[in-house]
């Protein structure tokens, strides 16, 4: 145990800890542990907190890398900033009744905490507040939290269910993001911003409480609580196609933002509400027959004639066009012809495509547009990368194209 030589305290806040570390009890009457009164303690492995001291300072314990047990009775109110950022040892944590605010980076990267007990009464959790704990698996948010703050559970990835309270008022920026253990979400009313739950890949279903006033799910996606707008699509769930109920009149352009699915059939009429996405490319294709939609966003299928859109479109909706065709949609038939007949016009830019796109390739092999100059280069490159398929098929094309003396492409370009 420590002696009370080993601590500076002044009108009752410990300020500075001069001891060896080990096992140690906090002296009675001490009302605050202050700011980096124990920083950088690498020696302390157990600290008892009595009920007299209701605030931990900033960085109070930061870094003290050996610090597996901290105990805290009743008493503490605030946990601040870095309080306990980078005890690498700490593994389990039971903050006591009356706590009310849990500081920014408090237990950042606590990378071996696996429960944290939060209390009845808890106020906020600030930016950063558990983010990279990676091994943290038993939390259960309490009913009196309001707010979380950004990044406050980031990376936490060993989560795998999460019940957000009735009382959450405000969820900040990427409070969730890459918790990708993260299986089951149930929500109420305040979640506002659902890419908090981006990276979360084995997230494939919300679950919406009866009693939300806002929202409800229907197979695991969010809609608002009358079923006319599309809210969020569950960042886990793969899909080839998913079509947008015909009940919905709109959704934001972020509702797919970073969803893995292929393409997504939105009805006429549905309007897309312009809102902060993460770019095209992590955007799935959007095919629809109502040009206003595809004008607004980022990648899509016209199911029209390309004709009908303006020329800085027509780009956009060719290349989501070939997404379409990967999975086959019957919608698309009458119009194949039209965005063929347009890549055929635009060769030169899709030649440049055909390189990283299969889908392409093929379709210029079977359309007869591949030219046998390049044909040729990306038959020796797939050899090469070992990509047998590919480079098969391009044999196949070049054997199949002869010229009017029976000479194959490959003799030719010799």
């Known amino acids: 145990m420590a002696d009370h030589n080993d601590f500076v305290i002044e009108n009752g806040s410990l300020t500075k800890y001069e001891g060896p570390g080990g096992s140690m009890e906090i002296p009675e009457g001490v009302t605050e542990i202050g700011d980096r009164a124990f920083q950088y303690c690498k020696g302390l492995t157990e600290v008892m907190i009595p009920a007299t001291v209701t605030r931990v300072g900033k960085g109070a314990f930061r870094h003290c890398e050996n610090l597996g047990c901290v105990a805290l009775e009743t008493g503490v109110e605030e946990i601040d900033d870095e309080a306990f950022q980078g005890c690498f040892s700490l593994q389990h944590i039971t903050l006591p009744t009356g706590m009310r605010r849990i500081g920014r980076r408090a237990f950042g990267w606590c990378i071996r905490l696996k429960t944290a007990a939060l209390p009845e009464g808890l106020w906020q959790i600030d930016a950063d507040g558990f983010s990279g ?61 659902f890419s908090v739950f981006w990276g979360c890949t084995s997230l494939e279903t919300f679950i919406v409480s009866p009693a939300s006033r806002h929202y409800r799910a229907v197979d695991g996606v969010v809609f608002s609580r009358d079923g006319r707008q599309l809210i969020a699509w569950p960042p886990g769930r793969c899909r080839q196609r998913y079509d947008i109920p015909r009940s919905v009149m709109e959704f934001p352009a972020s509702a797919f933002d970073r969803a893995p699915v292929k393409v997504v059939f939105a009805p006429k009429g549905v309007k897309c509400i312009p809102t902060y996405t993460s770019g095209i490319e992590n955007c799935p294709c959007f095919a629809s027959a109502d040009p206003a939609l595809t004008a607004r966003v980022g990648r899509n299928v016209y199911l029209g004639p390309l004709d009908d859109l303006p020329k800085r479109q027509r780009r956009i909706a060719a290349e989501g066009f070939l997404a379409a065709l990967e999975i086959g949609m019957p919608e698309l038939e009458p119009w194949e012809d039209g965005y063929i007949d347009y890549i055929r016009q635009e060769y030169a830019a899709f030649e440049k495509k055909a390189w990283r796109n299969e889908t392409l390739l093929r379709l210029l092999m079977e359309q007869g547009l591949l030219k046998p100059e390049t044909a040729m280069v990306m038959r020796r490159r797939f050899d090469a990368e070992r990509k047998t398929d590919l480079a098969e098929a391009l044999d196949d094309y070049l054997a199949a194209h002869t010229d009017v003396n029976g000479k194959g492409m490959e003799e030719r370009l010799r």
């Open 133 to 193: 704990c990676k091994a943290l698996e038993g939390l259960s948010l309490p009913e009196g939290l309001t707010r979380i703050g950004e990044n406050a559970f980031y990376g936490c990835e060993r989560l795998t269910e999460l019940v957000l309270p009735h009382s959450i008022k405000d969820i900040g920026k990427w409070a969730f993001n890459d918790c990708r253990g993260l299986a089951q979400v149930t929500i109420m009313d305040s979640v506002v911003d």
